[in-house]
């Protein structure tokens, strides 16, 4: 019951809190939220950004950023549709994306892992860059016809009532959380959000964990962008702009610090599970797409200000609790800690 209740007082435990009310207010409010094809299309409406958001963790919580994902998922998916438009086979066009996105991916962590360029202004940089290559092979057409088979795979149910991408998800979440939670690897990452320089003394090959997490990044966010475009069925040079938001707000309200060094894989998916909820709610009560943006532009913002603010007001009644206590207590609970 202890693990319970300190489950409920933490991060976590006000998230599924938020989860329950947010579900509860949709089956109130829309007769067709508990439909079974309402609930495959709230995973699969969003599941290129929610397979980004694994790997996004393991990023922020070894202390760094990658705003480049989107820009990377549209890049893939434009490489992917532009060799499809040179006749290329479709099984080389989806092979060649993929090392687009590790290519984009090492790029992204030689500059931040070996250059020890700080990661926001490299993404952001690449961010720009990917995007422009991408506008640069379509300029402003729109790609598609596409082999059916490879529509299939982003539109239709393939194992049951789930497409490939979302059985692909939950695989990758339970890799991920070996990885993360139970592994060395796992441990450098967490310590190297830390104190990278701690990390360092103590042996952590830092430069190839950071290098392996960006390699991985673009990897990824190449799969999702090559998925993206078989759900939709055609590409633009535009494909996926914006996505970068959603996913960074998925990770952080999900009790990710920005800081890096904290945070869970269970947090992040009650995040991912609230946010999803939340856009599908809206969805179903017709609100627009710009003032669903503006929703989720403000859990960002409270994410990352709410533990915060936490943290201060703790320290700061820790702080007081100590100038009330006699001197003898005070020492007696400093040498406890």
């Known amino acids: 019951m ?103 991916g090492a790029f992204n962590g030689f500059w931040i892992s070996m250059a020890g360029l700080p990661s926001l202004a490299v993404t952001l940089a690449t961010l720009i860059m990917y995007r422009g290559l991408a506008l640069v092979l379509l300029e402003d057409k729109s790609i598609g ?32 959380l070996v990885i993360l939670q139970y592994s060395g690897f796992g441990r450098y990452v967490y310590v190297i959000g830390n104190n990278r320089d701690v990390a360092r003394y103590s042996g952590v090959r830092v430069q190839r964990v950071k290098m392996s997490i960006f390699i991985a990044s673009g990897f990824i966010a190449a799969l999702a962008g090559i998925f993206l475009a078989a759900r939709l069925g055609a590409v633009r040079g535009s494909t996926a702009e914006g996505f970068e938001l959603d996913i960074i707000t998925m990770v952080l309200l999900g009790g990710v610090s920005i800081f890096g060094g904290t945070g869970t894989l269970f947090g992040v998916l009650l995040s991912i599970l609230l946010v999803l909820n939340l856009r599908n709610g ?37 702080r007081r609790r100590a100038a009330s206590q006699p001197p003898a207590a005070v020492k007696q609970a400093v040498s406890a800690e």
């Open 2 to 104: 202890t693990r319970i209740s300190e489950r409920f007082k933490s991060w976590e435990g006000l998230l599924l809190v938020l989860l329950v009310a947010v579900v509860a207010f949709n089956i109130i409010e829309s007769p067709v939220y508990l439909g079974g094809q309402n609930f495959v299309n709230l995973f699969q409406l969003s599941i290129e950004k929610i397979m980004v958001a694994l790997v996004m963790t393991f990023i922020i919580i070894n202390g760094e950023i990658d705003l480049s994902v989107a820009s990377m998922m549209g890049l893939s998916a434009c490489v992917l549709a532009t060799l499809w438009r040179l006749g290329q086979p479709m099984v080389l066009c989806i092979l060649v994306a993929l090392i687009v996105g590790l290519i984009g």
């Open 282 to 318: 809206m969805g179903l009560l017709n609100i627009s797409g710009n003032a669903q943006t503006g929703v989720i532009g403000a859990l960002l913002i409270l994410s990352v200000l709410v533990p915060n603010l936490a943290a201060r007001v703790q320290a700061e009644w820790n």
């Open 145 to 176: 016809q596409f082999p059916q088979w490879f529509n299939d795979l982003g539109q239709k149910a393939l194992f049951g009532p789930l497409p490939l991408a979302l059985v692909i998800f939950f695989v990758g979440f339970i890799l991920a």
